[in-house]
């Protein structure tokens, strides 16, 4: 027996999705606010900002893989 409908799961994981694109949205804005006059410290910061955002794309193949009957 089911416990939520597919219908349910699917607005979940957009939900999520949505979420986490506002996250890469946000963290992408924040990281061009910087004021980083280092030239070292904003490649060492553009290295982290690109691996979040390839995590975070990954996360959301991931999701948006799983399918609900």
């Known amino acids: ?3 939520y ?7 979940l994981v957009s939900g999520i999705s949505s ?6 949205y946000e963290i992408k ?11 070292s410290v904003e490649e ?3 290295e982290m900002i690109e691996e979040m955002i ?3 794309d990954q996360l959301l193949a991931t999701i948006q893989s799983v399918h609900f009957r």
Do not use: V
């Open 44 to 46: 060492e910061m553009r």
């Open 19 to 24: 979420s986490l694109e506002d996250a890469k």
């Open 5 to 11: 409908t597919s219908g349910f799961c699917y607005n």
């Open 54 to 56: 390839a995590e975070i």
């Open 1 to 3: 027996m089911a416990l």
């Open 29 to 39: 804005k924040n990281f061009e606010q910087m004021d980083l006059e280092n030239a």
